[in-house]
């Protein structure tokens, strides 16, 4: 439920502070699950999208608070120079982008594009880059400073740590994945549970029992659900993704499916090697 404190929410929407009818909204979204799951028929009013932007973007503030007291503490006790600190977040978040509400369902940018800051001066000098990595390599990156090297195998080359390592990727180094990145969306039974009794009708009309991947090549992106495809975009140029250009690129979205259907192959082979 979005209940930032009311200093902070001054601090990030002023005109949100004594408005009577957004915080009775605010109160009643809060109080309604299915409203965080169910797509929309029609665009929210101005003012409600404001709204829902404003007391969110507190929340956010908040939680930056609490990261800053952290890494303070650190600081004041002389640890953080040599303590990995990552942050990172599983997940955005939908305010009626695309129809959608919440973090189910599909995997546009609202939901997929997530914070990721690294600090360990040893390894990871300050600068922004814009290569396309995934959050799984923070795995394989703790691994690496930690000196934890699992053993390599030809049908498991996720444990190929030194090459996974996001150290490679914001140091200008080539790795395994190039850029390369990979996203999922499997259905929330839960969410579809409540959509059943409460709309159900957008189960069918969005195809939400299917399972929504997306490839990152580069500045391109390609989204499909199931077999099909839902859109190419240029997140560079069109990072909000209104502009699918997929008609537009056959070629590339042709290749784009081709690499994305390989890697579920490849992951599916892995997996079923794995099963006891």
Known sequence: PYRPPRDVLQHIAPD????????????????DPARWASPIDAPQEDWQQHALEGFYAAEIAQQDVHVGQLLNTLKRGGYLDNTLVIIAADHGEGHGDHRFFGHGFVVY?????????????????AKRIETNVSTRRIFHTILDIAGVTPPLSSDNPNADVS?????????GIPDTEDGIVYVEAIPPQTFLHVLEHHAPHHIDELQLTSTRRGIYANHHKLAMVGNQVEGLFDITSDPAEHHNIAQDNHEHTQSLQIKLRAFIEQTAQQTQHHLP
Do not use: C, W
């Open 16 to 31: 949100l502070v004594n408005d009577k009818h957004a915080y009775g909204f605010i109160s009643r979204f809060n109080g």
């Open 109 to 125: 940018q609202e939901l997929v594009h997530v914070p990721l800051m690294i600090r360990y001066p040893e390894q990871f000098p």
């Open 163 to 171: 090459s996974l390592t996001l150290h490679r990727a914001t140091n």
